[in-house]
């Protein structure tokens, strides 16, 4: 049976799609993983129609912690990032401003010119 590894997933077989839950579910490449029996099998009671499920299998999968990140240092980053976005957007603006009015002026001084 199940232990603190394990997750469960409803494949539809002909698609190799999973359930994504709910009480009229919907099937996508990755789904919806229930962490336990007593969690799936409230979901099944809660399905509005049987047959949503035809065609289908429970899939126990395990799952293995590969590596761990710090979210403070990616969320620091994201900000870090977000503002040299932005300091580009308005450079590049600014640069844009001042061809503009460049643009204007020859214009205006071609249009008064001798």
């Known amino acids: 049976m199940a232990d603190n590894n394990s997750v469960f997933k409803i494949r539809h077989r002909p698609s190799g799609k999973f359930s994504r839950?709910?009480?009229?579910?919907?099937?996508s490449k990755i789904g919806k993983a229930w962490n336990g029996w007593g969690p799936l099998k409230l979901h099944l009671q809660?399905?509005?129609?049987?047959?949503?499920?035809?065609?289908c299998e429970i899939v126990e999968c395990e799952y293995v912690e590969v590596r761990t990140f710090d979210p403070v240092s990616i969320m620091l980053?994201?900000?870090?990032?977000?503002?040299?976005?932005?300091?580009?957007?308005?450079?590049?603006?600014?640069?844009?401003?001042?061809?503009?009015?460049?643009?204007?002026?020859?214009e205006l001084l071609l249009k008064d010119g001798p």
């Not at 900000?79 to 009015?101: N, Q």
């Open 21 to 27: 839950g709910g009480s009229r579910p919907t099937f």
């Open 46 to 55: 809660q399905v509005s129609r049987i047959d949503s499920y035809k065609d």
């Open 77 to 106: 980053q994201q900000r870090k990032d977000r503002a040299e976005r932005e300091r580009k957007r308005k450079e590049s603006y600014a640069e844009w401003k001042r061809a503009e009015l460049e643009r204007q002026l020859q």
